[in-house]
């Protein structure tokens, strides 16, 4: 209940914050410059060579654009941003004399977080999916048929991303809440790209790497079903999350306003 | 009954430097209690450990005799409200979407905002966004933060850094209204003027100690020396007698300072007065708490 109240006093905090703006307004600047470029560059996002039915490769092709760099920046950036709104407000010191244990108000920030993720993640979908109706005025023939859209792909790769992004998440949240830095969490998350790039060039399979799982969940495969490798890194993925999420509950309730 | 006891407190920022060093003191409930001191004194830091927000080094906090180590944190933020250092709030939100943070924290009705919010005297500023506010009405602002779920024991901090003489007032004005309502104060300032309004007992800290620790009425019985200034015709026949009578005083222009109990004044005026000399003027001038405070080390 507590928990509840908790994550009801953080929706309201992030109202017309940069997190939101950044969740809808960025999630739709993603989706418009990859319709601007089907609409100049067609045969890229709709490669019907490869894949018979063309929602096949404007969804691949809309993921590959996101899941190596875009998503785990992203992810990131959220992360370190709804810590910032009470660095750059000094607000910790409000929320610690609150009667709520701290460790709560860990756990309510990293679930508003994962779930603002989540919403932002299924906005991208829904502009994905709706974004060729709108292409299709430019076009000269149907290209997309809304009969063939292939909801099991739409929902094996929101689940697969979801999945691979929560050991991000669970890190950089994590590194937010105790650095007390805005630029750190950054930092680390560009080494943590740089690294993943790295790692997947060299080993392809960089499955203790949370910073990688993303690009691996399409490039492993980009089907509808996962395959052991890919049960195994969302697995790892939900694992860091977990494993984060418990050292925040344990180091929080230590947190006093000397390191704030 | 004693709502807080402070014994032997010490705290340090970093190792071998001590920042607050053996403080000791109570606060009795149902009165206002002054935290006293410069800027860089250690008041916000004392505030902070009172309130759990810092460890302490050494000593020990007792809140309603239980050790605060051993009290769990959210009982006593039900307890207690607390406005420390200056008022801290979410400035792209507005004053009622601030509040109505706390609100769902405390798992208070919305209600309640409008009411602490009048009590706080911004009633009109209900859909102000924060960052638009003035210092002043900030500082209300965090009043009525630390007043919306109606704790016995508030703790403020410099309560009113930033407002006008008029605000001044009024916080004062609701000071003593809240303490009427039977609740304990503890606030910090260090406007001595101010707390000499409103306290019932106090501490004064200087460099991180206690040099003064008791009730405010004891301070200024046994410490706020009275000094009479007289100036009187003859002179030498008044020095005459000052001596004899073995009266300490010293020379201010025309005047002679007297140092004697402010009860003898009466008899020594009336022995001049039958040795023919004439009283051109009698001044009694009060030392304030302000010159207590520098005179105490």
Known sequence: MVLIRSISAEIIKVRRSGLIWLAT??????????AILALYYPDI??????????????ITFHYQGILGLLLPMYLVIICALSINLENRNETWRLLYVQPVPKYLLYLAKLFTVTWIFIMSHLFFLLLLAAAPAILQVF???????????PIGLLISYFIRTILSSFGIIGLVFF????????????????????????????????AWFPFAY??????????????EKLWMIN????????FFLAGGIYFSERDTLRTR | MQAFEIKNLSFSYRKNDRFLQDISFSVDDNQIFGLLGHNGSGKSTLLKLICGLMYVDYGEINFYGIPLAKYAMADLYQKIGVLIEKSVFYGHLTVFENLNIITRYRHIGKNRITEVLEEAGMKNYLNVRANQLSTGMKQRMGMAAALIHD??????????????????IEIRNLLRYLKSEGKTLIVSSHILSEMEKICDQLIILKNGRSVYS??????????????IKISATPRSKMIEILTTEGIPFRFDNDNILVDIEHTKVPDLLKKLLNKNIRIDNVNFSVKTLEDLYISLN
Not at chain 1, 47 to 57: E, G, K, L
Not at chain 1, 182 to 205: E, K, Q, T, W
Not at chain 1, 215 to 222: E, G, I, Y
């Open chain 2, 214 to 227: 008791g009730s405010l009425m004891d301070l200024i019985r046994n410490r706020h020396e009275k000094e």
């Open chain 1, 235 to 242: 697995l790892y993925s939900v694992l860091y999350y977990l």
């Open chain 1, 175 to 206: 590194i937010s809440f105790f650095s007390r830095s805005f630029i750190f969490p950054l930092a680390c998350g560009i080494l943590g790209f740089v690294l993943a790039s790295v790692l997947l060039d060299a080993s392809g399979y960089p």
């Open chain 1, 25 to 34: 307004l960025g999630t739709l600047i993603v989706n418009s410059i990859f």
């Open chain 2, 151 to 168: 704790p016995k024991i508030l703790i403020l901090d410099e309560p009113t850094n930033g407002l006008d003489p008029e605000g001044i």
């Open chain 1, 45 to 58: 996002f709709i490669d019907s060579s490869q894949y018979p039915n063309v929602w096949y490769s404007w």
């Open chain 1, 214 to 227: 993303p690009a691996l969940n399409l490039s492993l495969k980009d089907q509808l079903f996962m395959d």
């Open chain 1, 139 to 149: 076009w000269d023939k149907p290209t997309f048929h809304y009969k063939d859209l």
